[in-house]
T-cell receptor
Framework: GAVVSQHPSRVICKSGTSVKIECRSL??????MFWYRQFPKQSLMLMAT?????????EQGVEKDKFLINHASLTLSTLTVTSAHPEDSSFYIC??????????????FGPGTRLLVL | EDQVTQSPEALRLQEGESSSLNCSYT??????LFWYRQDPGKGPEFLFT???AGEEKEKERLKATLTKKESFLHITAPKPEDSATYLC??????????FGGGTRLMVKP
């Protein structure tokens, strides 16, 4: 299957600072990437959909000025949590969707990034 | 609005005790139903995609089936290493995924 990586895997930051999380599709090109947030023992909540070269589409209730998404290339999307606060502490997971080919159209997920804001 | 409901929320099995997990769904234009496995602190790992009613797929001790209203993930003779949360998701005509709440499976030796 396809491989998606995330960096960093864990980050601890002070309240008020910004944190950038990278998501890369390692062996395929992804025109569409997704960012999810997951709280303990809950399912994934879609935050935004990003298409390469265009602005991200945010889900209702997600502040686009707080969660900045950049999808500058077919293999890289970044999520920047600006002015992070303790309530932003969560598990952030990115996903990349394959398009056609032998992998059909499937969303593959990264390993996640655990963010703790003190 | 697309909806996915998984049951049970949690399932405890003895090693070797076969069982099934359920995923009921309503979706506007099903393009695919996905099963993922998620271990604590990790991202979901892709297991299967089912595209049409009647389709079945197998992988080791897991077998996924699909009808027009639900999907089952059958686990045959599970082992402790099968313990995880299993997530079901449907992809609609707009290519958006909707996830169920997951089933936490615990297999005791």
């Amino acid at each position: 299957g396809a491989v998606v990586s995330q960096h960093p895997s864990r980050v601890i930051c002070k309240s008020g600072t910004s944190v950038k999380i990278e998501c890369r599709s390692l062996d395929f090109q992804a025109t569409t990437m997704f960012w999810y947030r997951q709280f303990p023992k809950q399912s994934l909540m879609l935050m935004a959909t990003s298409n390469e070269g265009s602005k991200a589409t945010y889900e209702q209730g997600v502040e686009k000025d707080k969660f900045l998404i950049n999808h500058a290339s077919l293999t890289l999307s970044t999520l920047t949590v600006t002015s992070a606060h303790p309530e932003d502490s969560s598990f952030y997971i990115c996903s990349a969707r394959t398009v056609g080919g032998g992998l059909k159209e499937t969303q593959y997920f990264g390993p996640g990034t655990r963010l703790l804001v003190l | 609005e697309d909806q996915v409901t998984q049951s049970p929320e949690a399932l405890r099995l003895q090693e070797g005790e076969s069982s099934s997990l359920n995923c009921s769904y309503t979706v506007s234009g099903l393009r695919g139903l996905f099963w993922y496995r998620q271990d604590p602190g990790k991202g979901p790992e892709f297991l299967f995609t089912l595209y049409s009613a009647g389709e079945e797929k197998e992988k080791e001790r897991l077998k996924a089936t699909l009808t027009k209203k639900e999907s089952f993930l059958h686990i045959t003779a599970p082992k402790p290493e099968d313990s995880a949360t299993y997530l079901c998701a449907v992809q609609n005509a707009g290519n958006m995924l909707t996830f169920g709440g997951g089933t936490r499976l615990m297999v005791k030796p």
